[in-house]
């Protein structure tokens, strides 16, 4: 059992009975645990099958690849219509809605699916990077800087250049402007320092 994912459930003031009912059926599974993006992950073969995370009102797990899952009992849901493509989730708002057998047959039809290669892979976005006037002058008034912003990735360059157009008053944009500029000439992100 992984240290990290007993603290992890250790330190939820709500759901902790459930996370450990939840965390036991799993366990019972051919899945590794491990942490990733904070959360429980439970891994086959090196692939995500899902998390488990609390939350306010729920405790939930979630199916990297649960799309492709039948959901007979219809437990799944989209947490984010029309944006999220693969990931599905079932959420408990109590112990008693969690039910040991249902939840262990969605997790091997997940695992099945795994081993027969379905997946939905991410898309990048590869368009190019609209940057707002504000921006683009700093960056041609300052080579190192330029050098420095091209060379991060495309989705760095987007929060940048989202951060920046998003502000509606100039006195905003030319502040957020001075506060990236450290960022960009350390190669980072703006929300690098939340991954």
Not at 88 to 96: D, G, L, N, P, V
Not at 97 to 116: G, H
Not at 159 to 188: D, F, M, Q, V, W
Request: proline share 3%; charged share 30%; net charge positive.
């Amino acid at each position: 059992m992984n240290k990290e994912i007993t603290e992890y459930i250790t330190k939820q003031d709500f759901w902790k009975e459930e996370l450990v009912l939840l965390r036991s059926i799993l366990n019972e599974l051919p899945l590794v645990e491990d942490i990733k993006w904070g959360i429980p992950a439970y891994i086959f073969n090196g692939k995500n099958i899902l998390g488990m995370s609390a939350f306010k009102n729920y405790v939930g797990l979630w199916f990297h690849q649960g799309v492709f899952l039948k959901d007979k009992a219809n437990l799944l849901i989209n947490a984010q219509e029309n944006k999220t493509k693969a990931l599905r989730q079932m959420r408990f708002s109590s112990i008693a809605e969690i039910d040991k057998e249902l939840v262990k047959i969605y997790v091997l039809e997940a695992i099945e699916n795994c081993k027969a290669g379905k997946e939905i892979k991410p898309t990048r976005n590869t368009k190019p990077v609209a940057l707002p006037s504000e921006l683009k002058l700093v960056l041609n008034s300052n080579k190192a800087l330029k050098v420095a912003f091209y060379k991060l990735t495309l989705s760095k360059q987007r929060e940048y250049a989202e951060y920046i157009s998003t502000a509606k008053r100039e006195n905003t944009k030319n502040s957020r402007i001075e506060k990236i500029i450290p960022l960009i000439k350390a190669g980072k992100g703006l929300n690098d320092k939340y991954k």
